[in-house]
């Protein structure tokens, strides 16, 4: 039998219950979100969570920056955030313009108000198995799925495909502090499917179609979609060849309505925490 891991209903149940305790509060949590340009794809981004702060009842702010302003100017919008007592949260929207570097704009951003959780100090502590102020969102959400459908972590072979700075990286050190036994991979990584097939739990954030197919996974492993694909005729697809490797997993994520969901959620449930540490 294969459980359908349901993202969304999951982050349903946390918003539900995040909603309330925002509304017990007589001062409400708040979230900066800086966006730099007209990109198209990060100005929903930017509008998706600003409706979703407003839902719950988390203060939010949209500071909109000209494509041309100079790192300096960001850096200093940044300063005054940091230093506003008002603001518990801050988020710069990624990709930046090319003249500007995300590690000095990362770096600004006060520790305890890095709502993605980008800084090297965050990272820093999750990397020396120490509690890190907030969790990155996706790794965080992908936590939150396999606590929610009981899923142990402990002493499982973990491998993670794909080794970004946003997911694969920070979610492997998340595991390993869980004590499971991870192993990564990513798009040098000589025999893929000889390591995946010994996967209890398999965790594909990679962003290729159909790269996990049935063949290249154990009988009962759990399976964990992050890929965001799009296909020819326009639908959404993740990693994983999901009719046929739902025929061997205990556990699948669906792409929509698995992980992506759940990167959101993390989102709020952050800049709640970070509310929290600095009250
Ligand atoms: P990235 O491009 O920064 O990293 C991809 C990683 O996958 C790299 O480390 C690369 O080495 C590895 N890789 C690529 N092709 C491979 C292959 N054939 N075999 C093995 N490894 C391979 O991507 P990212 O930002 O980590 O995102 C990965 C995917 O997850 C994308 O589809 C993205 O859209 C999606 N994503 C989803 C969410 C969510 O909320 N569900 C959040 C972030 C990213």
């Given at each position: 039998?294969?459980?359908?891991?349901?993202?969304?209903?999951?982050?349903?149940?946390?918003f539900?219950?995040?909603?309330?305790?925002?509304?017990?509060?007589e001062?409400?949590?708040?979230?900066a979100?800086?966006?730099?340009?007209?990109?198209?794809?990060?100005?929903?981004?930017?509008?998706?969570?600003?409706?979703?702060?407003?839902?719950?009842?988390?203060?939010?702010q949209?500071?909109?920056?000209d494509?041309?302003?100079?790192?300096?100017?960001?850096?200093?919008?940044?300063?005054?955030?940091?230093n506003?007592?008002?603001v518990?949260?801050?988020?710069?929207?990624?990709?930046?313009?090319?003249?500007?570097?995300?590690?000095n704009?990362?770096?600004k951003?006060?520790?305890?108000?890095?709502?993605?959780?980008?800084?090297?100090?965050?990272?820093?502590?999750?990397a020396?198995?120490n509690?890190?102020?907030?969790?990155?969102?996706?790794?965080?959400?992908?936590?939150?799925?396999?606590?929610?459908?009981?899923?142990?972590?402990?002493?499982?072979?973990?491998?993670?495909?794909?080794?970004?700075?946003?997911?694969?990286?920070?979610?492997?050190?998340?595991?390993?502090?869980?004590?499971?036994?991870?192993?990564?991979?990513?798009?040098?990584?000589?025999?893929?499917?000889?390591?995946?097939?010994?996967?209890?739990?398999?965790?594909?954030?990679?962003?290729?179609?159909?790269?996990?197919?049935?063949?290249?996974?154990?009988?009962?492993?759990?399976?964990i979609?992050?890929?965001?694909?799009?296909?020819?005729?326009?639908?959404?697809?993740?990693?994983?060849?999901?009719?046929?490797?739902?025929?061997?997993?205990?556990?699948?994520?669906?792409?929509?309505?698995?992980?992506g969901?759940?990167?959101?959620?993390?989102?709020?449930?952050?800049?709640?925490?970070?509310?929290?540490?600095?009250?």
């Amino acid at each position: 039998m294969t459980t359908l891991i349901e993202g969304k209903t999951v982050a349903q149940k946390i918003f539900d219950n995040l909603a309330h305790e925002i509304s017990l509060l007589e001062k409400k949590p708040s979230l900066a979100v800086i966006i730099v340009g007209d990109d198209p794809a990060s100005k929903i981004y930017v509008n998706l969570k600003k409706k979703k702060a407003h839902e719950l009842g988390i203060t939010s702010q949209v500071i909109e920056l000209d494509e041309s302003v100079s790192e300096q100017e960001l850096l200093k919008k940044i300063d005054s955030l940091n230093n506003d007592p008002a603001v518990n949260a801050i988020l710069v929207q990624m990709p930046l313009p090319e003249h500007i570097n995300p590690v000095n704009v990362i770096e600004k951003i006060n520790p305890l108000k890095d709502v993605d959780c980008f800084h090297p100090y965050n990272i820093g502590r999750i990397a020396t198995g120490n509690k890190s102020y907030v969790y990155p969102c996706t790794p965080k959400g992908i936590f939150r799925l396999l606590d929610f459908y009981n899923i142990p972590v402990e002493g499982k072979h973990a491998v993670v495909v794909g080794r970004s700075n946003i997911v694969g990286r920070p979610l492997a050190q998340m595991l390993l502090n869980e004590n499971a036994t991870v192993t990564i991979c990513h798009s040098r990584t000589k025999n893929l499917s000889e390591i995946t097939k010994t996967a209890d739990i398999l965790i594909s954030a990679a962003g290729c179609p159909a790269l996990i197919k049935k063949d290249m996974v154990k009988d009962g492993a759990v399976v964990i979609d992050v890929g965001i694909n799009r296909k020819s005729d326009g639908k959404l697809c993740g990693d994983v060849d999901f009719e046929n490797v739902k025929e061997k997993a205990s556990f699948i994520t669906p792409v929509p309505g698995g992980v992506g969901p759940m990167t959101i959620c993390s989102l709020m449930c952050n800049t709640m925490d970070l509310f929290k540490l600095q009250n």
